[in-house]
C-alpha cells in the first residue's frame, strides 16, 4: 500500500498566479518531507524539504506547509513561471531505515504563458 | 562531469541477455542508491550502499544484481529479465545514510525495455 500519495496527477496554472501541490502521507512515523522536481530526461532535483518539528519552511517562491494531524503537506509556488512547468514528487522518510525515501507518484504542473 | 551520472541512458535487451547499468558521483558522497520507477507508480527503493557497503535490499528478485566497488560507482547488473522489469532506473547518492536533512542527489537515469 502507498504510504505517500499524490492524487491530482496534473495541475495548469497561469503564469504569475500560484500554484498548490498537495501529498498526503499513512505513516505516522516519517519526519522528514522533501519535494523534488523533474524535468524530462532528468533525474528528479531536490527542492525544497521540511522536518516534523515545523510546519511551514520557505525558500525564494516555494513554501512547503505541513499538517501533521491532517498527515499532509502542501507546496505553494508563488509565482509560478513557465520554467516550474515540470513534474513534482513528494517524499518521506522516517527515523528508521537507511535513509529510506518513499515517493509519490508525481503531479505533472503545467504553468501556462 | 559533475554530479551523479548513468550509463547507458537507454537499454533494449532481450529476456535471456546479460547487462550492467552503471552509475557514477562526482560529490564525494558516501551512501548510493538505486531505485526503479515504472509507469504510473511511485520510485521504489531497490537498494543501499553505504561506504560500499548494502545496507538495504528492498525484496528485490535475483536477476538484478548490486555491486559497489568503491563509494564513486554503482553497478546493477541485470540478467534473465521479464518484460515487467522494463522501466526507469534512477541511480542517486547521499552524504550518508542518516535519514532527515540528508538529500539525495539523483542521477538522469536508464530507460530500460526488456523484450
Known amino acids: 500500500d502507498q504510504q505517500v500519495k499524490q492524487n491530482s496527477p496534473s495541475l495548469s496554472v497561469q503564469e504569475g498566479r500560484i500554484s498548490i501541490l498537495n501529498c498526503d502521507y499513512t505513516?505516522?512515523?516519517?519526519?522528514?518531507f522533501l519535494w523534488y522536481k523533474k524535468y524530462p530526461a532528468e533525474g528528479p532535483t531536490f527542492l525544497i524539504s521540511?522536518?516534523?518539528?515545523?510546519d511551514k519552511n520557505e525558500d525564494g517562491r516555494f513554501t512547503v506547509f505541513l499538517n501533521k494531524s491532517a498527515k499532509h503537506l502542501s507546496l505553494h509556488i508563488v509565482p509560478s513561471q513557465p520554467g516550474d512547468s515540470a513534474v513534482y514528487f513528494c517524499?518521506?522518510?522516517?527515523?528508521?531505515?537507511?535513509?529510506?525515501?518513499?515517493f509519490g507518484t508525481g503531479t505533472r504542473l503545467t504553468v501556462i504563458p | 562531469e559533475t554530479g551523479v551520472t548513468q550509463t547507458p541512458r537507454h537499454l533494449v535487451m532481450g529476456m535471456t541477455n546479460k547487462k550492467s547499468l552503471k552509475c557514477e558521483q562526482h560529490?564525494?558522497?558516501?551512501?548510493m542508491y538505486w531505485y526503479k520507477q515504472s509507469a504510473k507508480k511511485p520510485l521504489e527503493l531497490m537498494f543501499v550502499?553505504?561506504?560500499?557497503?548494502?545496507?538495504e535490499n528492498n525484496s528485490v528478485p535475483s536477476r538484478f544484481s548490486p555491486e559497489c566497488p568503491n563509494s564513486s560507482h554503482l553497478f546493477l547488473h541485470l540478467h534473465t529479465l521479464q518484460p515487467e522489469d522494463s522501466a526507469l532506473y534512477l541511480c542517486?547518492?547521499?552524504?550518508?545514510?542518516?535519514?532527515?536533512?540528508?538529500?539525495?542527489?539523483f542521477g538522469p537515469g536508464t530507460r530500460l525495455t526488456v523484450l
Open positions: 542517486a547518492s547521499s552524504q550518508d545514510t542518516a535519514s532527515g536533512g540528508n538529500e539525495q542527489f
Open positions: 517524499a518521506a522518510s522516517g527515523k528508521t531505515g537507511a535513509n529510506n525515501l518513499f
Open positions: 521540511i522536518s516534523s518539528i515545523k
Open positions: 505513516n505516522s512515523m516519517f519526519d522528514y
Open positions: 550502499y553505504s561506504l560500499e557497503e548494502r545496507v
Open positions: 560529490l564525494g558522497h558516501n551512501a
